[in-house]
């Protein structure tokens, strides 16, 4: 982890085609902090999500995550991790080829050793030299938890974090949630409220409309 | 000599990672070699069989290889973006690189696939277009490295481009015409002076032509690529 890290959004709106999505969004968090997105479906939650990731351009308002120390080796992209249903993966490859293209296109070195351990943890490990594209749906989304945390990203983020998963996998993503939540930032966009007393921070998109 | 820089090493690395990762999907799925070689032998055996035993002026025949070149190269290279659209693995390339280290990766790539593409063209173009006799092997061989160089550069940003598109199939080549007729024209004059039989110092402006080319196209595309790949 890189140390202290702080994301914070100040007065964020996007439209698409002049159509607004949402206006005069507002949130900060610190490590060790839980950020909830929620809204009703179309309130924009995947865009801000995007937005947070760095690959939707904000309309208006600024955008800042820094760490403390700075960590010069990593950009914005190197202190993100994202888990989504429109996440893919290079289906064409198997789970561990896929976490050694992750970080071979981040620029940083693979371990083959923390990929193993990776998807031990997500119970992928058996089948980590089969193709992706053989994987079922819920097989898929546990590989994406290892793709978003093999370069052990301070920030995570996770868009309908439950998606597809069976018992087995809600489990396994809980105590990956909580664990992040000891060493960094949890974004999580969800209609799921069942857990809402967790969170220490709230975006409702729904808000002021 | 003074080590590249950090940053730059990281950038150099996660450049060679998207070529890589684009090979060795190339190598495993086939997609764009199998629709370019299929392109280049039904071509050439239409121009074969439509030229008869009547044959053609030498200025035509190497018209006709060009054609051939841009229609396959055109037919192939929009691939390495519309996969990744198709596939729903923009957002993942989008996640993991620059949209500077994704577009010199697929430039490399399309540069790699673009020249094999070519060498295939050109070996078998000559070797059943009965009439097609190059006089100045020097002259060609550079006119096809550099040829490919230009092809690659251009077809990767109208790539970039046309992979948002709905009608992606129609206005590759469409689009790409304006674009690659600089291009096209100046290959086209230097395989005739090839032709001919011209010395080397005579097709020198077409070489300074073909350079500038690939020098504009790509420090433009390498400029204007993140507005197109961000949103």
Known sequence: MSGRVHLAGEGLRKEYDRRPVFGNVSFSASAGETLLITGRNGSGKTTLVKIICGVLTPGGGTLSL????????????????????????FDEF???????????????????????ALLERVAIFPRRHDQVRTYSS???????????????????????????????GIAIVRTIMAEQRRHGILVVATNDLSDIDTYERRVDLDEGR | MKAASPPFRSFLRSAGS?????????????YAVSALLMFV?????????????????????????????????????????????????????????????VFFGKLLFNLVLVTGLNAVTVLLYGAVIEGFVIRTMSIFVVTVILGSMGFAAAATVIAAIIARANTKGTLYPVLSFPIVLPLLLSVIEATKKA???????????????????????????SMLFEFIWKD
């Open chain 1, 94 to 116: 198997s789970a561990v080829e896929n976490l050694a293209i992750a970080m071979g296109i981040r620029g940083l070195p693979f371990d083959p050793r923390a990929a193993d």
């Open chain 2, 195 to 221: 032709s001919d039989g011209a010395f080397f110092a005579e097709a020198a402006g077409e070489f300074q032509l073909l350079i500038s080319y690939i020098v504009v196209v790509v420090v433009a595309s």
């Open chain 1, 66 to 89: 820094t760490t403390n120390p700075h960590d010069p080796s990593r950009d914005r992209r190197g202190l993100i991790g994202l888990v989504s249903p429109y996440l893919q993966m």
């Open chain 2, 18 to 30: 998207v070529f890589l990762k684009d090979w060795r999907s190339e190598l495993r799925t086939r």
């Open chain 2, 41 to 101: 032998v039904t071509t050439i055996a239409i121009i074969l069989f439509s030229l008869g035993s009547e044959g053609a002026s030498p200025d035509a025949l190497s018209g006709m290889l060009w054609v051939v070149v841009f229609f396959a190269a055109m037919s192939g290279l929009s691939r390495t973006f519309v996969m990744e659209e198709e596939r729903g693995t923009t957002l993942t390339l989008q996640l993991l690189a620059s949209p500077g280290a």
């Open chain 1, 138 to 168: 819920g097989m898929k989304q546990r590989v994406k938890y290892a793709f978003a945390l093999i370069h052990t990203p301070p920030v995570l983020v996770l868009d309908e974090p439950m998606t597809n998963l069976d018992v087995e």
